[in-house]
């Protein structure tokens, strides 16, 4: 049983556009801080994009203006809309969910620039990761 399943990525040309989908089973993902993530090849994962309990959203200035993170409530889906895109976005790309409430839980948004330490800690559930190229 996996909690979490991402899927949507692929190869796309520099410019194009990919939607990523992460699709939850067995808990439901609103009400709790989830997000995208994403590790380049040789680098430290880094945030991508998050929404918190009450839909509000945030981005990592390297995506702001070209990706959306939305939340289907009835599918139990996360999606990540990514537009114009550039070889810079080629990186596997993780959805995560906050499943439980710790007492220190930081806001959502600082998800994005928490350590990939802090960042597990604080969202249990990750998905197994699904790969962006994007060519020059």
């Known amino acids: 049983h996996v909690p979490l399943v991402g899927s949507g990525g692929g190869s796309v040309e520099s410019g194009g556009s990919l939607r990523l989908s992460c699709a939850a089973s067995?808990?439901?993902?609103?009400?709790?801080?989830t997000g995208w993530f994403r590790q380049a090849p040789g680098k430290e994962r880094e945030g991508g994009a998050v929404i918190d309990s009450d839909g509000s959203t945030n981005y990592a200035d390297t995506v702001k203006g070209r990706f959306t993170i939305s939340q289907d409530n009835a599918k139990n889906t996360l999606y990540l809309q990514m537009n114009s895109l550039t070889p810079e976005d080629t990186a596997t790309y993780y959805c995560?969910?906050?499943?439980?409430?710790?007492?220190?839980?930081?806001?959502?948004?600082?998800?994005?620039?928490?350590?990939?330490?802090?960042?597990?800690?604080?969202?249990?559930?990750w998905g197994q990761g699904t790969l962006v190229t994007v060519s020059s």
């Open positions: 067995g808990y439901t993902t609103s009400g709790y801080c």
């Open positions: 995560a969910a906050d499943v439980f409430l710790d007492s220190d839980q930081p806001p959502c948004a600082e998800m994005l620039v928490a350590t990939a330490e802090e960042a597990t800690k604080y969202l249990e559930v």
